[in-house]
């Protein structure tokens, strides 16, 4: 046993005296702790591949373990292109700050049209976004409602908070078809814009936006300038798993982690909601793509045939809605999939003769496209084949544990240091096969159907906003996952009480540990799988900090302890009476506001309803840093929540 353990434990304490001395962004220190990872994977793949892999022949083990080793090979190939991607970052904040400089008392103002993207979205959610694209600190822009809901509604609204409404008489190619609408539209005006800026209905941009991402514009070869996608409420991971206290969004690995990383190797792409675009190179395309439903990323594949540039600036400039439940999560991930199966069948291919796309082009979309096919492919064999040896018999890997954990556990351990390390946390085991469990079926399907057959599919909308008070079971998953689990805790029983043979203690230790993993985390996804209730309409966030409030003709400070976008909470030892009037500064903006209720320590306020005061309630809103940010994210308090989760 000792033994078999050495070479991880070996791994684990060069990992505690290597990191603490090397700087994160160094591309070096990177690129030294990949080499390692490959090297131990290189290990454990010339072992795996010679000592147990089934003797040749038309037997049952051969069936299912030669094509296990190809999934396995394939995931492994993923692996090793993530890695590589990984062993670079760039920031571009010092550029932006520096060109900002730079630009201070220029005369010249591009202008910019900001997009609005919407279908069926509710009222509050747009009033947030306009009044936020409304209120941008940026000296020469259009906000434009492209409303493909055609609402008489929305058309007041926009009237009412001084932007345009453009509609069209049919939605032919979803999101795209509306953009290349209103491309159409402001290209007919005597003054067209110099860029365009797109925003989907629910993501509300912050006062400096536009500003920051333009200067790095000046380079004409840039035609996109993606940032990042952030959310002010949990995501039904965190939600169902009561984890949104340690765990950020599944999104924040991709966004502040890989999408860094793809910029410093020249292959970022445009994602659609949060980006600015040049105006002519766009046009010059003819518009966003139609032939895929992840319309954004083929933009960028487009430019770069034809010389332009897509780079990303990480930071947090606008703040969107996560999709609030398990079936909206699960939509939008296999919308992309979908989509991206539609670009690898397409002329933009990483295999496309057509192509005019660079070496390191293809190699991203073949990243891409493995870590779709094979990370969740892949999962469904990591279910399987443990019950296949318990049940029945079928050995599918010729190894015991101990052997496996002499030539694995090393790389394991390595690669999980590393990850944990770049992502700052943000990248941990479990909750990286939580997430692609849960939309492993949804997934696969469209994997399968984009490959099949790429055209002729729907583009189908992430519903956001409704009615989250209730407890609701995701019964489809909850099926699919309650009998794997089911299926699990069967093999081993029968394995190891009912039909216990010599051959199961000598070669069953590898199936136990395996099904005994697959349990925990079959549990954990059954979980997940019971939508938890969201009594609050609007997100709260705690707050520490001093407020001047005006009562009657008295001023004074008080200390808020939370706010949203409905009412906030102050820290007060003496508390005005209920239905008191006030106003409160918050971040510069005059808000009014009525006592709603007196607590041991303070009082809480609602912001009246008057659209003046809206308005203002959301410029100071999205003002502030409210959404919480996480710089660190430490594994112990993970497992602890979860803990807490299935056992209380």
């Given at each position: 046993?000792?033994?078999?353990?050495a070479p991880?434990l070996?791994a684990?304490?060069c990992?505690?005296?290597?990191?603490?001395?090397?700087?994160?962004?160094?591309?070096?220190?990177r690129?030294?702790m990949?080499?390692i990872?490959?090297?131990?994977?290189?290990?454990?793949?010339?072992?795996?591949v010679t000592?147990?892999?089934?003797?040749p022949?038309?037997t049952?083990?051969?069936?299912?373990?030669?094509?296990?080793?190809?999934?396995?090979?394939?995931?492994?190939?993923a692996v090793?292109?993530?890695?590589?991607?990984?062993?670079?970052?760039?920031?571009?904040?010092?550029?932006?700050?520096?060109?900002?400089k730079r630009?201070?008392?220029a005369?010249?103002?591009?202008?910019i049209?900001?997009f609005?993207?919407?279908?069926n979205?509710?009222k509050?959610?747009l009033e947030?976004?306009?009044?936020?694209?409304?209120g941008?600190?940026?000296?020469?822009?259009r906000?434009?409602?492209?409303d493909?809901?055609?609402?008489l509604?929305l058309?007041?609204?926009t009237?009412?908070?001084?932007?345009?409404?453009?509609t069209r008489?049919?939605n032919?190619h979803?999101?795209?078809?509306?953009i290349?609408?209103?491309?159409?539209?402001?290209?007919g005006?005597h003054?067209?814009p110099e860029f365009?800026?797109?925003?989907?209905?629910d993501f509300?941009?912050?006062p400096?936006?536009?500003t920051?991402?333009?200067?790095?514009?000046?380079?004409?070869?840039?035609?996109?300038?993606?940032?990042?996608q952030?959310?002010i409420?949990?995501?039904?991971?965190?939600?169902n798993?009561?984890?949104?206290?340690?765990?950020?969004?599944e999104?924040r690995f991709?966004?502040?982690?890989?999408?860094p990383?793809?910029?410093?190797?020249?292959?970022?792409?445009?994602?659609?909601?949060?980006s600015v675009i040049r105006?002519?190179?766009?046009?010059?395309i003819?518009g966003f793509p139609?032939?895929?439903?992840?319309?954004?990323?083929?933009v960028?594949?487009?430019?770069k045939?034809?010389?332009y540039?897509t780079i990303?600036?990480?930071?947090?400039?606008?703040?969107?809605l996560?999709?609030?439940?398990l079936?909206?999560y699960?939509?939008q991930r296999s919308?992309?999939?979908?989509?991206f199966?539609q670009i690898?069948?397409?002329r933009?291919?990483?295999?496309?003769?057509?192509?005019k796309?660079t070496?390191?082009?293809?190699?991203?979309?073949?990243?891409a496209f493995?870590s779709?096919?094979?990370?969740?492919?892949?999962?469904?064999f990591?279910?399987?084949?443990?019950?296949?040896?318990?049940?029945?018999?079928i050995?599918?890997?010729?190894?015991?544990?101990?052997?496996?954990?002499?030539?694995?556990?090393?790389?394991?351990?390595?690669?999980?240091?590393?990850?944990a390390?770049i992502?700052?946390?943000?990248?941990?085991?479990?909750m990286t096969?939580?997430?692609?469990?849960?939309?492993?079926?949804?997934?696969?399907k469209?994997?399968?159907t984009?490959?099949i057959?790429?055209?002729?599919h729907?583009?189908?909308?992430?519903?956001?906003?409704g009615d989250r008070s209730?407890?609701?079971?995701e019964?489809?998953?909850?099926?699919?996952?309650?009998?794997?689990?089911?299926?699990?805790?069967?093999?081993?029983?029968?394995?190891?009480?009912?039909n216990?043979?010599?051959?199961?203690?000598?070669y069953?230790?590898?199936a136990?540990?395996?099904s005994?993993?697959?349990?925990?985390?079959?549990?954990?996804?059954?979980?997940?799988?019971?939508?938890?209730?969201r009594r609050?309409?609007a997100?709260?966030f705690?707050?520490?900090?001093?407020?001047?409030?005006?009562?009657?003709?008295?001023?004074?400070?008080?200390r808020?302890?939370d706010?949203?976008?409905?009412g906030?909470r102050?820290l007060?030892?003496?508390?005005p009476p209920?239905?008191?009037?006030?106003?409160c500064?918050?971040?510069?903006?005059n808000?009014?506001?009525i006592?709603?209720r007196?607590?041991g320590?303070?009082?809480?306020?609602r912001?009246?309803?008057?659209?003046?005061?809206?308005?203002?309630?959301?410029?100071?809103?999205?003002?502030?840093?409210?959404?919480?940010?996480f710089?660190?994210?430490?594994?112990?308090?993970v497992?602890?929540?979860?803990?807490?989760?299935?056992?209380?």
């Open positions: 046993m000792i033994a078999a353990l991880g070996i684990f304490g990992c505690l005296v290597i990191l603490p001395l090397l700087k994160r962004n160094s591309t070096i220190a690129s030294l990949a080499v990872s490959f090297a131990l994977l290189a290990r454990y793949f010339v072992w795996r000592q147990t892999l089934p003797p022949g038309f049952a083990d051969c069936l299912v373990g030669y094509p296990f080793m190809l999934a396995e090979v394939a995931s492994l190939v090793c292109l993530s890695l590589l991607f990984l062993s670079r970052t760039i920031d571009r904040s010092v550029d932006v700050n520096n060109g900002i630009g201070t008392g005369a010249r103002v591009p202008l049209d900001v609005i993207c919407t279908y979205e509710e509050a959610i947030r976004t306009i009044i936020g694209a409304t941008l600190q940026y000296g020469n822009y906000v434009w409602i492209l493909d809901g055609r609402r509604w058309k007041r609204l009237e009412e908070l001084g932007c345009h409404y453009l008489p049919d032919r979803a999101k795209a078809g509306n290349n609408h209103a491309l159409q539209h402001v290209a005006l003054e067209k365009i800026s797109v925003l989907d209905a509300v941009p912050m400096d936006f536009l920051r991402t333009t200067v790095l514009m000046e380079d004409k070869t840039v035609s996109v300038v993606q940032t990042p952030h959310f409420n949990p995501d039904p991971i965190q939600s798993l009561a984890v949104a206290h340690v765990w950020p969004d999104q991709f966004f502040d982690i890989l999408m990383a793809k910029d410093a190797w020249g292959v970022a792409f445009c994602c659609g909601t949060s105006f002519s190179s766009l046009m010059e003819g139609t032939d895929s439903v992840t319309e954004d990323y083929l960028t594949l487009r430019l045939e034809l010389g540039r990303y600036l990480n930071e947090r400039l606008t703040l969107g996560a999709p609030e439940g079936k909206e699960i939509t919308r992309w999939c979908l989509g199966m690898v069948r397409g933009s291919g990483p295999l496309s003769l057509d192509s796309l070496f390191i082009d293809r190699l991203s979309l073949i990243d493995m779709w096919s094979a990370a969740y492919g892949t999962k469904v990591g279910l399987v084949v443990p019950w296949l040896y318990l049940l029945f018999g050995k599918a890997v010729h190894a015991d544990l101990f052997e496996l954990l002499k030539y694995f556990l090393p790389f394991y351990v390595w690669h999980a240091f590393t990850m390390w992502s700052r946390g943000r990248s941990l085991a479990i096969d939580l997430s692609q469990y849960i939309a492993a079926p949804a997934v696969l469209a994997l399968v984009g490959l057959r790429p055209q002729g729907k583009f189908k909308v992430t519903a956001k906003g209730q407890r609701f079971i019964w489809p998953l909850l099926r699919i996952y309650g009998a794997a689990l089911l299926i699990t805790l069967l093999a081993i029983a029968y394995a190891f009480i009912l216990l043979q010599g051959e199961s203690i000598a069953g230790g590898l136990l540990a395996w005994l993993h697959n349990g925990v985390i079959l549990a954990v996804v059954c979980f997940i799988c019971i939508e938890q209730p609050r309409k997100e709260r705690q707050r520490h900090e001093p407020v001047l409030i005006h009562e009657g003709g008295a001023s004074r400070l008080v808020m302890a706010i949203s976008m409905t906030a102050f007060d030892p003496a508390p209920v239905r008191t009037i006030i106003n500064n918050v971040y510069g903006q808000v009014s506001a006592v709603v007196r607590t320590d303070g009082f809480g306020v912001f009246e309803e008057t659209l003046e005061t809206r308005v203002r309630v959301v410029r100071a809103f999205y003002a502030g840093e409210y959404a919480h940010a710089l660190g994210v430490g594994a112990a308090p497992g602890k929540a979860l803990l807490l989760r299935l056992f209380n």
